[in-house]
């Protein structure tokens, strides 16, 4: 009974820590997107499809700070209808393993500071090795400038298998009107909402974020896959019972490769979408954009 009140107190601290409406404390889900055509391949099409499992743990360190923890597991597959060459990865079967660990420190009542480290562990799970691990971390300054608007502004930055990858961060926690606000991790997350009622909410979502996954399944061991998309979808989320909410999404992927490189295949920066130095020869075919559909399950916990 003791773990549990100390569970609970953990969570409340989390939540006025962060100085939110409320957090998704556990979200599992899944991805479908429709057949689209192959480039250059005759009636080629591809499948993809994908899973989500989020889980955030806080723990008390003070009355000012907590040592907060995200962890992160993600699949992805893509089908073929058609046979490849063996030198490209088909079917492509990516898992990812991320963790967000480190400090999250009030400085007074409108301010925090959040340091986390982020190492990954991203692999197609053949031949699995240190190479298939990536290194890199997030800061973030927390500004609460009313008790309707607060932001969040940063960096995250990860040594990713095509090199160094920076990303300019903007959090945003803003309820603009009655029924409408905006959340979000911009550029990676978003989503523009409309509170139908205390059970119903709609709206719009984006999502979009670069990830690198090692291969190592013979003959292209070392290889990498680089994954790429912008997904934009409208959304529906209904309370079902307590704290639990089912979320629907129907929309479009944009932009969306799943590109394989050799490992030597470098560029010199990233900076969000923006390459420097990249002059990398891809080894595989590419699809076309499609319709995506998701839903999720969710454990959110409301601060209010």
Same mark, same amino acid.
């Given at each position: 009974?003791?773990?549990?009140?100390?569970?609970?107190?953990?969570?409340?601290?989390?939540?006025?820590?962060?100085?939110?409406?409320?957090?998704?404390?556990?979200?599992?889900?899944?991805?479908?997107?429709?057949?689209?055509?192959?480039?250059?391949?005759?009636?080629?099409?591809?499948?993809?499809?994908?899973?989500?499992?989020?889980?955030?743990?806080?723990?008390?360190?003070?009355?000012?700070?907590?040592?907060?923890?995200?962890?992160?597991?993600?699949?992805?597959?893509?089908?073929?209808?058609?046979?490849?060459?063996?030198?490209?990865?088909?079917?492509?079967?990516?898992?990812?393993?991320?963790?967000?660990?480190?400090?999250?420190?009030?400085?007074?009542?409108?301010?925090?500071?959040?340091?986390?480290?982020?190492?990954?562990?991203?692999?197609?799970?053949?031949?699995?090795?240190?190479?298939?691990?990536?290194?890199?971390?997030?800061?973030?300054?927390?500004?609460?400038?009313?008790?309707?608007?607060?932001? %969040?502004?940063?960096?995250?930055?990860?040594? &990713?298998?095509?090199?160094? *990858?920076?990303?300019? !961060? +903007? #959090?945003?926690?803003?309820?603009?009107?009655?029924?409408?606000?905006?959340?979000?991790?911009?550029?990676?997350?978003?989503?523009?909402?409309?509170?139908?009622?205390?059970?119903?909410?709609?709206?719009?979502?984006?999502?979009?974020?670069?990830?690198?996954?090692?291969?190592?399944?013979?003959?292209?061991?070392?290889?990498?896959?680089?994954?790429?998309?912008?997904?934009?979808?409208?959304?529906?989320?209904?309370?079902?019972?307590?704290?639990?909410?089912?979320?629907?999404?129907?929309?479009?992927?944009?932009?969306?490769?799943?590109?394989?490189?050799?490992?030597?295949?470098?560029?010199?920066?990233?900076?969000?979408?923006?390459?420097?130095?990249?002059? %990398?020869?891809?080894?595989?075919?590419?699809? &076309?954009?499609?319709?995506? *559909?998701?839903?999720? !399950? +969710? #454990?959110?916990?409301?601060?209010?």
């Amino acid at each position: 009974m003791k773990k549990i009140q100390l569970l609970f107190l953990c969570i409340l601290f989390l939540l006025s820590a962060h100085a939110q409406k409320s957090i998704d404390l556990f979200t599992l889900s899944g991805r479908y997107g429709m057949p689209t055509h192959l480039e250059n391949v005759p009636d080629g099409q591809a499948i993809e499809s994908g899973a989500l499992v989020n889980l955030k743990i806080p723990v008390v360190l003070s009355d000012a700070s907590i040592w907060y923890s995200e962890l992160s597991y993600t699949w992805f597959h893509v089908g073929y209808n058609r046979d490849l060459p063996d030198t490209m990865a088909a079917p492509i079967t990516l898992n990812g393993f991320v963790l967000q660990t480190g400090l999250v420190k009030r400085i007074d009542d409108s301010r925090q500071i959040h340091l986390l480290a982020a190492p990954r562990f991203m692999t197609d799970f053949n031949n699995t090795g240190s190479n298939h691990w990536q290194l890199g971390g997030v800061g973030l300054f927390e500004k609460r400038f009313h008790k309707d608007l607060m932001m %969040r502004f940063g960096i995250l930055y990860n040594q &990713e298998f095509f090199g160094p *990858f920076l990303v300019p !961060l +903007v #959090y945003i926690d803003w309820h603009f009107s009655g029924k409408w606000s905006i959340s979000g991790l911009l550029p990676i997350y978003g989503k523009l909402n409309y509170h139908v009622n205390e059970n119903l909410t709609i709206g719009f979502s984006e999502f979009g974020l670069i990830t690198s996954y090692r291969l190592g399944k013979s003959p292209y061991q070392g290889d990498y896959i680089e994954r790429k998309s912008i997904d934009l979808c409208l959304f529906a989320r209904q309370r079902l019972a307590g704290n639990f909410h089912l979320e629907g999404r129907a929309g479009y992927a944009l932009s969306r490769e799943y590109g394989q490189y050799a490992a030597d295949q470098q560029v010199d920066l990233k900076i969000s979408i923006f390459s420097l130095g990249d002059d %990398r020869i891809r080894k595989n075919v590419l699809f &076309e954009d499609g319709p995506i *559909f998701n839903m999720r !399950l +969710v #454990y959110n916990l409301p601060l209010e």
